[in-house]
């Protein structure tokens, strides 16, 4: 082990201590121990920073503490998929306490920009970026019916056999899909980035990315999904550095589940799937 890599590895600890909590919150669903590890994590990050074995700007303790904070938000509340008004408005203001909370901190108390969403680049989509997005629609035709109905998991989303209730799973599920890359790419991947090497901060907020879906009802063989889906969109915010894109890639993908989800509630109705 180099000197260097010695020096960051509690640096590393840290952080994934921190980013541990999210299976321990989501898909343990034991409250004390992801309190237990994000305590840990940030007492890791605070005492590596006193011994000055780090820069003091910016700050790991800071950053860590920002990802812990939104991370308790969204736990504070069940995360299963209801579509009722008072369920609609919990997971309005939780998801979007995640989200504003770090922010408004890191901007107005912290006094720097560690978190923002860059929608647009001004740059042109090109040939590939087109064609990622109808990559994206025919893995998710061909893929996506099979797994929320084989493994049965689409019964982790309520019914839905009315207009009203297709309504209200079509704002749900889009509205879910554009805080994902809120939280997790532009404040969890972000915060990440500015301590660690892109591949591995990457790593990192997969972690916490896949733990909140599993929960939400990506389960069974879910994360042979979500897992590569959670790498891929941040190689792509790193390759575009446009949340625009990265959002587009995302709504797409949950039309496809939002499509598989009334299909496989109101068998017949959506006849356009191969299961």
């Given amino acids: 082990m180099t000197a260097a890599t010695a020096a960051r590895a509690p640096a590393v600890a840290s952080a994934a201590l921190v980013c541990l909590a999210a299976p321990a919150f989501f898909v343990a669903e034991v409250s004390w121990l992801g309190w237990l590890l994000l305590a840990a994590g940030l007492a890791v990050a605070w005492l590596h920073e006193r011994r000055g074995a780090v820069a003091s700007a910016p700050s790991l303790t800071r950053d860590l503490s920002l ?7 969204v736990s504070a509340i069940p995360l299963a998929a209801e579509l009722d008004n008072l369920a609609m408005l919990r997971f309005t203001l939780a998801l ?5 909370v770090p922010y408004a901190i890191s901007r107005f108390v912290f006094r720097d920009r560690a978190i923002s969403f ?3 680049t001004h740059r042109r989509w090109g040939w590939l970026h087109w064609g990622w997005l109808i990559a994206v629609l025919v893995l998710g035709w061909l893929i996506l019916p099979f797994y929320f109905i084989t493994s049965g998991v689409y019964q982790n989303w309520p019914v839905v056999d009315s207009g009203e209730l297709i309504a209200r799973l079509f704002v749900g599920v889009g509205a879910v899909g554009i805080w994902d890359e809120l939280f997790f790419i532009c404040t969890v991947f972000a915060l990440l980035r500015r301590h660690f090497p892109d591949a591995l901060a990457n790593v990192l907020q997969m972690i916490v990315f896949v733990s909140f879906l599993w929960e939400l009802g990506y389960r069974a063989w879910g994360p042979v999904l979500t897992i590569p889906f959670a790498l891929l969109q941040g190689y792509i915010f790193l390759r575009t550095h446009s949340l625009a894109y990265v959002v587009t890639v995302h709504l797409l993908f949950d039309a496809v589940v939002f499509a598989v989800l009334v299909h496989a509630h109101n068998p017949g109705l959506l006849p356009i799937f191969l299961v």
């Fill in 96 to 100: 979007g306490g995640a989200v504003v």
């Fill in 118 to 120: 860059p929608w647009r």
């Fill in 67 to 73: 990802i812990a904070l939104g991370m308790l938000i």
